[in-house]
């Protein structure tokens, strides 16, 4: 709880994960005129999918 790290076989953290990913590239695909705003959610979106840990997310099991 205090350092992030999955707990035992736990998927609660993949969950998030995934959640966050699959929101966030459903909002850029939402938001899709160009506008100001609409470019900025979708460059966020981009940020947030681009800095995920993709080798963290498909070990089972040991995380650290």
């Known amino acids: 709880m205090k350092t992030g790290r999955r707990t035992w076989n736990c998927r609660a953290v ?3 994960f995934d959640f ?6 459903t909002a850029a695909e939402y938001f899709n ?7 900025e959610i979708r460059t966020l979106a981009d940020a947030i999918y681009a800095r995920a840990d ?7 099991g040991k995380t650290r």
């Open 14 to 16: 993949n969950d998030r």
């Open 20 to 25: 966050l990913n699959r929101g966030s590239l």
């Open 33 to 39: 005129r160009d506008t100001e705003d609409e470019r």
């Open 54 to 60: 993709w080798q963290w997310a498909r070990r089972i």
